[in-house]
């Protein structure tokens, strides 16, 4: 089992930066594929990257690619998301998750573990 605590969120505004980080706990992290999801108010939950146990490997969501860099210190049991160019579409609560699997990586199902959410608010 893996406790995931993400940090970094805030307000920034429009074409601003943020670098969102999550801390994993536990001894394994590296045997887990990680991914960023977030939620804006009244929408259901939204992919935004994923990255492959070794850092890889790396995919994003077309809204977000070239903007949006997500990143791993397997030393650290760190996940990083650096969020260039942010827009005010982009508001929403940044989510970290957790799978050992690789399947539907791309979707919320494809995790088991959560983290309680840092609030990324972007002005205009």
């Known amino acids: 089992q893996v406790q995931l605590v993400e940090s970094g969120g805030g307000l920034v505004q429009a074409g601003g930066s943020l670098r969102l980080s999550c801390a994993a706990s536990?001894?394994?992290?590296?045997?887990?594929?990680m991914g960023w999801f977030r939620q804006a108010p009244g929408k259901e939950r939204e992919f935004v990257a994923t990255?492959?146990?070794?850092?890889?490997?790396?995919y994003y969501a077309n809204s977000v690619k070239g903007r949006f860099t997500i990143s791993r210190d397997n030393a650290k049991n760190m996940v990083y998301l650096q969020m260039n160019s942010l827009k005010p579409e982009d508001t929403a609560v940044y989510y970290c998750a957790a799978t050992r699997g690789a399947l539907n990586i791309e979707t919320s199902s494809g995790y088991d573990y959560w983290g309680q959410g840092t609030q990324v608010t972007v002005s205009s």
């Open positions: 990255i492959s146990r070794s850092g890889g490997y790396t």
């Open positions: 536990g001894r394994t992290f590296s045997s887990y594929t």
